[in-house]
């Protein structure tokens, strides 16, 4: 009989582990245009939100103003309830990113690449129609566009009556949640980002 060396059964074993935690292999690929995705795309003009975003034991509290400018950018400004601004970052009609004004404590290269990838996700820039894809399981349609690293992934019910989530995954599972509620047609209630890898979360609710 023969007898697998202990790193070769250690190897199969993280094989294994790895195919199993694919989040999105059991998915079919379809064809479908993305007409049914753009009508929850956010139309926002200026909207306000009470926002609470609490990352690794720390919490900060204050409003985030969305508002598209004259140009066609957008500019996401996150301030406390004195008016002192904890960033201004801005998103241009090609969708480059600046970063206008950042707190010192905040003003670090990782933390300021996650945030823009969030806004990103939420406000559904960074889709390149000749990337897209759509995936499909027995619920719900996965509409899928590459990022740098990973894809971000929104997702409607099957007839289209309603986005369930976006997912912003890396090649096997996701690594960050997202939700919106909708009262009015184009401008979200309320928007909640969640990391699954760590303790990081943004919970904006309309004012």
Do not use: W
């Amino acid at each position: 009989m023969r007898i697998f060396p202990i790193r070769s059964l250690l190897y199969l074993s993280l094989v294994s582990l790895m195919m199993g935690c694919n989040s999105y292999q059991h998915l079919q690929k379809i064809r479908l245009s993305d007409q049914c995705l753009q009508k929850f795309k956010p139309a926002i003009t200026r909207a306000l939100y009470r926002t609470s975003v609490d990352v690794i034991g720390k919490h900060i509290s204050g409003m985030l103003l969305i508002k598209t400018m004259p140009d066609s950018s957008t500019r996401v400004v996150f301030s406390n309830a004195m008016g002192f601004s904890f960033f201004d970052f801005g998103f241009s009609k090609g969708n480059e990113f600046k970063v206008y004004q950042i707190i010192s404590q905040m003003d670090k290269k990782a933390l300021i690449k996650t945030l823009r990838k969030d806004f990103e996700l939420v406000l559904f820039r960074n889709m390149q129609e000749k990337n897209r894809f759509t995936l499909t399981d027995s619920a719900f349609i996965y509409y899928g566009f590459p990022q740098e690293k990973g894809v971000n992934y929104y997702i409607t019910d099957k007839n289209c009556a309603g986005l369930v989530k976006m997912e912003r995954s890396s090649k096997r599972k996701p690594v960050v949640e997202a939700v919106m509620t909708f009262n009015d047609e184009s401008v979200p209630d309320s928007i909640s980002i969640r990391h699954l890898n760590f303790n990081f979360s943004i919970t904006l609710k309309k004012s």
